[in-house]
C-alpha cells in the first residue's frame, strides 16, 4: 500500500470545494506541510501493529501521515462536511477502505470507538483540547499512549511538575493517568490559516497499572480541583470544604496523610492528592 499525502493546494482547493472556511469556534487550523505531520507520528512511534485514533481529522493531512504507517485510523471528526469527505480523500491517496473508520460526532461526548485503538494522535481543537484528553483517558482504557499537538501554554501545563506557577488541575489530573513530556515545538507557518499563539507536541505514556478506581478517580479530582480554586489559600483552608467542614478537620486529616496543611496546591504532587483523598476515605 503507498499512501499519498496532502499538500497545501490540495487543502486549499478540499476546503473551497466543500465550502468550508476554517472557525475560530471548532479550532480550525489545517496543517499544510507535511513534515509535520511525518514528525507527530514519528515522535508518536506509530507502526503498522498499532490502532490509532484522531480526534479532528479535519481534511485528513495527519490522519493520512498515521495510515502511511499501515496502522489503522478510527476518526472522529465533528464537523460534518469534513467527515463525509475523509474516506474519499484517504481512497484517493492510495488508503484502502477497510483502514479508516470515520466517526462523525463530538469528541467530548463519544464513549465507543470502533477499532479498539491503543495510541492516540492529534492536532487537537485548543478551545477543548484538556477536556478532551481527559475524556479520551477516562473513557478509552485501552490507549496506551499518544502525541498531541496543543497550544503551548496548554502543553506546558499538561507537562508540568509541582513548584512552578504553570502547574494547575490540568497537570495534576493528567499525571492521574500516566508520564507527560514536551515533545517538540510546531512553526505557526505550517498551519493554515495562521493561529495566533504557538503550538507544541505533548506526549503521554499511560501507566501500566492504573492508580485507581473510577470513584477513587473522582475523589481525587475533587480535592485537586478544590485545592486549585483557591490555589493562594494553605490546603486546609482551600480544603476545609471537601475535607470535613472546618480548616480543623481539615489540618488533622492532611496531617494523616502526610501532608503539611500550611502548604499550597500547587507544591503537592498526585501521589500527595491521592493520599489525601484515602485518608478522607
Ligand atoms: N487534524 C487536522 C489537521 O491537522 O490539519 C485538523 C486539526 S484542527 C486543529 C481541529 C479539528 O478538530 C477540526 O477539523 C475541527 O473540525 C475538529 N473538532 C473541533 N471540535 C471537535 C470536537 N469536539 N470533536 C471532534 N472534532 C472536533
Redesign the pocket.
Known sequence: MTVTLLGAAEIRALAADLDVTPTKK??????VDANTVRKIVHVARVSAADRVVE?????G??TLAILETGAPVTA????HR?AERLPATAAAHGVPAEALTVVDA???RVTELPGAPNVLVA???YN?SVP?LLHFLETFEGLERGVVMVQAEVGERLAAGPGSKIYGAPSVKAAWYGAWRLAGTVSRQVFWPVPNVDSVLVAFERDAVPRGTDAQRRAVFQIVDAAFGQRRKMLRQSLSEVLGGSSAVASELLTAAGVDPTTRAEQLTIDDFARIAAARG
Not at 471548532?26 to 496543517?31: D, E, H, M, P, Y
Not at 472522529?76 to 464537523?79: A, C, F
Open positions: 471548532l479550532g480550525q487550523n489545517f496543517v480526534i479532528g481529522p479535519g481534511l493531512s495527519l472522529v471528526e465533528i464537523d469534513l463530538d469528541a467530548l492536532n487537537l481543537p477543548v478532551v
